[in-house]
């Protein structure tokens, strides 16, 4: 166990659905990463927020919409979204402290969506 | 296009051999890390190399890195069947700061 967890770990949401995944870290870290995972595709940044505060939105769509509401926590609210968004969704953590250089990321185990 | 793209997209071995894996990048960069993801999980961080080192090791796990060729390697040795996962170099590219950009990864299969 990374000290990252993910829930839930599999998701099935029809497009018109809302639904949220959620991260946990229980690491101490301050900053926080979504990452999208797709088949054959390079992992994407989504998201990383730093002490609560967003830090990065690598051009997500609006369907997308991130909440950091402490340290710890880390949320994803999904509505509306398309086929193409089926992935495996990755949270991770990181120290959060220098936010001058790359860190080392803890990363939890992901969840599955499938959008019909 | 991609910061980092690993070389080769698969690799098949046999337990106990060497297992080499390359990546190279775009930009320059402050540091470099690999991470490996065993099917269908999250990853998991490896090593991480300075721009200003040129070769760390880690038990069986040798990383290189020639920021003049903007490229770095991880060599495996003496592999195992539990070795069997997909393997990523990340970059935080010439921004800094907590943005990471993945490469596509190298797919390995120890056959035991």
């Known amino acids: 166990e990374t000290g990252v967890t993910q829930t839930p770990r599999h998701l099935v949401m029809g497009m018109t659905n809302k639904k949220s995944l959620k991260c946990e870290q229980h690491?101490?870290?301050?900053?926080m990463y979504w990452y999208k995972q797709s088949a054959k595709k390079p992992l994407e940044l989504m998201f990383v927020?730093?002490?609560?505060?967003?830090?990065e939105n690598n051009s997500v769509p609006s369907r997308f919409s991130p909440e950091c509401p402490n340290s710890s926590h880390l949320f994803l609210h999904l509505h509306t979204l398309q086929p193409e968004d089926s992935a495996l969704y990755l949270c991770?953590?990181?120290?959060?402290?220098?936010?001058?250089?790359?860190?080392?990321?803890?990363f939890g185990p992901g969840t599955r969506l499938l959008v019909l | 296009s991609q910061q980092g793209e690993e070389d080769p997209q698969a690799l098949s071995i046999q337990e106990g051999e060497n297992a080499t894996m390359n990546c190279s990048y775009k930009?320059?960069?402050?540091?470099l890390q690999w991470y490996r993801q065993n099917s269908g999980r999250g990853l998991v961080h490896l090593i991480l190399?300075?721009?200003?080192?040129r070769e760390k090791h880690s038990g069986r796990l040798r990383v290189t890195l020639d920021t003049s060729k903007k490229s770095s390697s991880l060599l495996i040795t003496a592999s195992r069947a539990a070795d069997t996962a997909s393997y990523f170099c990340a970059t935080d590219g010439d921004t800094g700061g907590f943005k990471t950009i993945f490469g596509a990864g190298t797919r390995l299969f120890v056959k035991a």
């Open positions: 930009t320059s960069i402050n540091n």
């Open positions: 190399i300075r721009s200003n080192e």
């Open positions: 991770a953590s990181s120290q959060g402290s220098s936010g001058r250089s790359q860190e080392t990321q803890y």
């Open positions: 927020y730093n002490f609560k505060e967003q830090t």
């Open positions: 690491l101490g870290h301050n900053a």
